[in-house]
């Protein structure tokens, strides 16, 4: 809880901070807050992840001191790991040797830290950052608010999702008052993508079908629509999003190809369908609304499996 967490940073000087592979918004906004919180006590973070920081987050004050890196060669005096649901989940050798603080908003998480602090009511990790930074008694900086501000951003949907509170506006509130500026920052999230990005979209938003209720839609990039792109991997990110801005559309499927015959698949729903069961089916996982999967076969044959999984999802709902 926090106040262990409090007691841990007062008492100890050396620490590192990581977060899942492929971070986002949250786990990287959160993970750099905490870093410029620990520089204003004037103790010795690192912030260390397996895979490099996405293009639309190099921005972030502190996001050029990230180390990339598969393995944890060193001890620390405690080892924050942030956003995980588990201890493999940030793709670190030897994290287990660490001393762990496992910090994160999802109820769904395993106590797997020494000491463990999550708050599902948080509508984001970088919440319960801020909640930290003022039972540490520090006064927020420009680059504290500024990571704070994308972990709430991002995680909410720019403040569209279900998880925003009166609490989110608060404290989005107090950091703009500390220096962030909103529109700077919605800039380089929203404003700065590579062309290939968006060359990728539109070849993508070809490939979108729906089945004959309207209800679910799905959108497919295959290997050579990367390359026609000239896309880079992380920019099929988000893709899968312009199919649920549909209407009448409850639960969508984006299918990605990571080899030939090889998909990787993302799942996302709207109110009370729960795509993560259809996950589990291809022994996947995630969240009611978000969750993912893999499988492997022609595109045709995997994608009526996957189709006829979330169709069984949105009749569910209807019958109850
Ligand atoms: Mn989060």
Redesign the pocket.
């Known amino acids: 809880m926090l106040s262990q967490v409090v007691e841990l940073i007062e008492s100890k000087h050396r620490f590192m901070i990581t977060a899942h592979v492929r971070p ?1 918004g ?2 990287l906004g959160s993970s750099l807050a905490l870093y410029w919180i620990l520089v204003a006590l004037g103790k010795d973070p690192v912030v260390i992840m397996r895979d490099r920081v996405p293009h639309a987050y190099r921005s972030l004050p502190g996001a050029a001191s990230v180390l990339t890196m598969p393995e944890v060669t060193e001890m620390y005096d405690g080892a924050f790991v942030i ?1 995980c649901s588990d201890i493999d989940r940030p793709g670190l050798l030897g994290l287990e040797r660490q001393h762990v603080i496992n910090i994160d ?1 999802h109820s769904t998480t395993a106590l797997f830290g020494n000491v463990n602090w999550i708050d599902a009511t948080a509508s ?2 970088g919440e319960m950052i801020y909640n930290l930074c003022k039972a540490l008694g520090v006064t927020p900086t420009k680059e504290i608010a500024t990571c704070t501000y994308t ?1 709430l951003l991002t ?1 909410t949907g720019s403040f569209q999702f279900s998880n925003t509170t009166e609490r989110t506006f608060k404290i989005a509130s107090e950091l703009v008052r500390r220096g962030v500026e909103p529109a700077s920052v919605s800039q380089a999230l929203y404003y700065s993508y590579p062309y290939g990005k968006i060359k990728l979209l539109g070849l993508a938003l070809s490939t979108l079908e729906h089945d004959a209720s309207g209800q679910i839609a799905w959108i497919r990039v295959t290997r050579e629509a990367m390359d026609l792109a000239g896309a880079a991997e992380e920019d099929a990110d988000g893709i899968v999003n312009y199919a649920l801005s549909i209407g009448d559309v409850k639960a969508v499927a984006f299918f990605k190809e990571v080899e030939d015959c090889s998909w990787r698949i993302s799942l996302r729903s709207k109110n009370r369908i729960n795509v993560a069961k259809v996950a589990e089916q291809f022994g996947g996982g995630g969240h009611k609304n978000a969750a993912g999967c893999s499988a492997d076969g022609d595109y045709d044959v995997v994608c009526d499996r996957v189709i006829s999984g979330l169709k069984d999802a949105v009749l569910g709902v209807a019958a109850v």
Do not use: L
Request: hydrophobic share 35%; proline share 0%.
């Open positions: 986002d949250d786990s956003e908003h984001a990790v972990a995680d």
